[in-house]
């Protein structure tokens, strides 16, 4: 099937793993998907951000450079056992989509590693480009913008677990999909949060569970406008581990 013929009118009512496999590959015009995941391993009494680092998720306030921190130098390095390079992918100052590939040198007085080559005001995914003898990275990495922790790889998983996502500029997100589980049987809530542009986070979606997961497929998809911002925030009734994730079709408008 020749790229570019079809739009998203094209869709089933249900989405098959055809019409998946035809937008992976690109074959719908203007037509992207997205799937954001995350884990975090202890979640309690308050709501918080699944992702990989602790508390709720907070988004830079301007775009500027990524320092790319390594917990363990000597390993997570070039040359070195673990992480050699990073790819790290978010948003410019313009909330544009961008993404680079950061090699990893050896540590200056502050423990930065590596500085990206581009300017980000979102950073919503980052992942181990090569390693050494271990496979993946070795310890933490930390990938900051200014003052704030914008993604965070922990020990040995070779790319981020955050629940979290901006919508690029020029474009629609369409929530076709909404996951949530829990590492142990507790009373755990899930909520899928967006914040439009310039307004505030509310929840979109809210799922509970004691024991097996949840999932929520949409046959009529909530729609998001450009440069919103999407978290899956949970709670518990007694500490546990929580996964989470979100499906979306993005759509040039």
């Known amino acids: 099937m020749a790229r570019g013929n079809l739009k998203i ?3 089933p009512s249900n989405i098959s793993i055809d019409y998946g496999i035809g937008v992976r590959r690109g074959n719908f015009q203007g037509l992207s998907a997205v799937n954001k995941f995350g884990f975090k391993a202890s979640v309690g009494a308050t709501f918080e951000t699944i992702w990989d680092g602790s508390g709720n998720y ?11 921190v390594c917990a363990d130098g000597t390993n997570d390095v070039s040359g070195g056992t673990g992480a050699n390079s990073v790819t790290i992918e978010g948003l410019d100052a313009d909330y544009n989509f961008q993404s680079e590939t950061i090699t990893l040198d050896n540590p200056d007085s502050a423990g930065v590693e590596g500085r990206s080559a581009n300017q980000y005001i979102r950073l919503y995914r980052a992942f181990v480009a090569t ?3 271990q496979g993946t990275n070795d310890d933490v990495i930390d990938f900051n913008i200014g003052a704030v922790t914008a993604a965070k790889i922990t020990a040995g998983a070779g790319q981020t677990l955050m629940a979290v996502y901006t919508v690029p500029a020029g474009k629609f997100a369409y929530l076709v999909n909404f996951n949530f589980g829990e590492e142990k ?6 909520r899928i949060m967006v914040r439009p542009f ?3 986070f509310n929840v979109k979606d809210q799922l509970g569970t004691s024991g097996p997961p949840v999932i929520r497929d949409y046959k009529l998809p909530i729609i998001i406008n450009e440069k919103s911002d999407i978290e899956v ?4 009734g007694a500490t546990t581990g929580v996964n989470a994730g979100f499906d979306l079709l993005v759509e040039d408008k």
């Open 233 to 236: 925030r949970a709670l518990a």
């Open 131 to 133: 390693a050494g003898s």
């Open 198 to 200: 310039g307004g505030a």
């Open 185 to 190: 049987a507790k009373e755990t809530i899930g």
């Open 9 to 11: 009118t094209d869709a």
């Open 58 to 68: 907070v988004y830079p306030s301007a775009a500027d450079y990524v320092d790319v």
